[in-house]
């Protein structure tokens, strides 16, 4: 006992006695727009530490997130987060890790085996802890990040209800986009803020942590860094660990970076892509040794790219020929840089067997949302997430959390139903499709519709299109291509192309609008390189306005 109340006092000493000799450090060292490359300079040199990024951070998240717009981002700040961050100042090292001292987000689904909780945003697990670290927030610790906190969510990833906003959660509320964070008169965002990585993505464009990491089982890591304006990576499923990761279903769940940049992504790209023995589908992981290596200015001369659009065949031209007149203006921008920059681009329409929903891939569920225009009508879900959510969840909330008081799906359902007036908003309809299933996985009807989405999506989708036009890579509009990207497995990165405005009929300030690069598995490192040239030749990306440096001396490089 006495040890341990030695222990904290010099704990305590340290953090004071680092505050500090680095306050006046602090202030050369603008936070607010900062790369992760910018942050290792500046540590290495000696110019900042990291209990001073950690409070500057953590000043941005009382200022901007708990106050001023109310972005509602963060849900949790780690406790711990100085006591880590001095005990990194007071370390002395011949070489710095690659990310020591730099300060990171976590989506709360991810766990980390300290006193943060893990909760995926819902109030049946607001007391839940995980009994011990992810494999990535392992490698993340091993790499020297701080872990800033856990960013809000769309509950549960986005998969208990029908027609539910991004960025909402019972046990979080509202996340709100920081280029335009009005609500309507419902509470819900006009600009939506993506989802449902929704607050790992705000909390990086309004410059509250160096970088997030979200996860995404369809679209949940291209969306909201569509909508703010950031980097993402969709990985190759099995290129990183989904060990410690509260599950949807396991054959399209993954993890990825958020950041502000394509070289900041590989960054996060080469301590995060790991072979993992808790993870089966990392055994046949490839990547290089590095992911920066192969960034490259020049990198899209000679590349060929695939645009999916061919206005002659307007019946097939889904991913391009519905845009609206705003985002379809950024993409043809776009285009034409590639163009500039030396691609070839090859315009045409993905077969019509590489749509998504083929027969046996979907099923229908009664929406019962209060909410929803769509009221009482069906719903067409994934039958994949909806077999096997209930097999994945019931296994991750038995082994990896505790002091939730719920151990199954079906004590989640209950515990909602006990408390409809705060977690039942927007109902539990898929949740309840879910529970009806035998959660063993042996349904024939499950495993028909794995193989008709590997088939649709894969074999006679990215992949017969990719052949037949022997293309590097494929560019989707916004998310458009997230639903097949992620039912193949395929690698996807996000990069911000431009900005839109309006909302159907309302006017909105100006908000982010990205553009996909999709490709095979493992083409991570081909994928980052196109994504660099263009981000390079396009300067495309500006952070939100009106969320400025808190003390103007810290915008002095």
């Not at 993340?140 to 029908?162: H, M, Y």
């Not at 067409?380 to 077999?387: G, I």
Request: glycine share 8%; proline share 7%; aromatic share 4%.
């Amino acid at each position: 006992m006495a040890r341990a109340g030695v222990r904290h006092c010099l704990t305590a000493a340290l953090v004071s006695i680092v505050a500090v000799s680095t306050a006046s450090a602090a202030e050369t060292v603008p936070v607010a727009d900062a790369t992760i490359d910018e942050l290792q300079e500046a540590l290495a040199a000696g110019r900042t530490s990291a209990t001073a990024l950690t409070r500057a951070y953590l000043a941005r998240i009382e200022a901007y997130d708990r106050a001023g717009p109310r972005l509602n981002s963060v849900r949790e700040v780690n406790p711990q987060a100085l006591d880590i961050a001095a005990r990194l100042d007071a370390q002395t090292r011949k070489t710095r890790r690659p990310l020591e001292g730099v300060p990171i987000l976590l989506k709360d689904n991810i766990a980390t085996g300290d006193r943060q909780h893990t909760t995926a945003g819902a109030l049946a697990l607001a007391e839940a802890r995980a009994k011990r670290d992810a494999t990535l927030v392992k490698l993340l610790r091993r790499a020297g990040a701080v872990i800033l906190g856990k960013a809000n969510l769309t509950e549960f990833a986005n998969i208990p209800a029908i027609d539910m906003p991004a960025g909402y959660s019972s046990l979080g509320g509202q996340v709100r986009n920081p280029y335009a964070p009005e609500l309507d008169d419902k509470g819900v965002p006009i600009v939506s803020p993506g989802g449902s990585s929704s607050g790992s993505a705000v909390a990086v464009a309004a410059g509250l942590a160096a970088a997030a990491i979200g996860t995404e089982t369809s679209g949940s890591l291209l969306s909201p860094a569509n909508q703010n304006g950031l980097v993402t990576v969709k990985p190759t499923v099995g290129l990183i660990s989904r060990a410690g990761i509260l599950p949807i279903a396991h054959s399209q769940d993954t993890a990825g970076p958020l950041t502000r940049t394509v070289r900041d992504a590989a960054i996060l790209l080469n301590v995060l892509a790991a072979a993992d023995p808790a993870d089966p589908a990392t055994a046949h992981l490839r990547r290089p040794a590095d992911y920066q290596s192969g960034l490259d200015r020049d990198g899209l001369k000679g590349a060929r790219i695939g645009v999916p659009s061919d206005p002659a065949d307007p019946g097939n031209d889904v991913y391009y020929g519905h845009l609206p007149a705003h985002a379809a203006a950024v993409m043809r921008q776009t285009i034409a840089l590639i163009e500039r920059q030396g691609a070839t681009v090859v315009h045409a329409n993905i077969p019509t067997a590489g749509w998504i929903g083929g027969p046996g891939t979907e099923m229908a569920i009664l929406n019962r949302n209060p909410e929803s225009p769509n009221k009482d009508q069906p719903a067409r879900r994934p039958v994949v997430f909806v077999y096997e959510l209930k097999h994945d969840l019931d296994a991750y909330l038995r082994d990896w959390l505790t002091g939730a008081g719920v151990r199954s799906l079906a004590e989640v359902i209950a515990f909602n139903q006990a408390h409809a007036d705060r977690a039942l908003r927007f109902g539990q309809d898929t949740f309840l499709a879910a529970a009806a299933t035998r959660g063993d996985l042996s349904e024939i009807e499950y495993r028909a519709a794995r193989e008709m989405d590997l088939r649709a999506a894969r074999d006679l989708g990215l992949d017969a299109y990719m052949d037949r036009h022997r293309l590097d890579a494929v560019l989707f509009p916004g998310v458009a291509g997230a639903a097949i990207a992620a039912k193949a497995g395929y690698p996807s990165v996000m990069v911000p192309a431009g900005f839109v405005a309006g909302v159907r009929d309302k006017e909105t300030p100006e908000y982010p609008y990205g553009a996909t690069f999709t490709g095979r598995a493992w083409s991570e490192a081909t994928l980052l390189r196109l994504a660099y040239a263009f981000e390079q030749a396009s300067q495309a990306r500006h952070p939100p306005p009106g969320l400025p440096e808190l003390n103007r001396a810290a915008s002095v490089r």
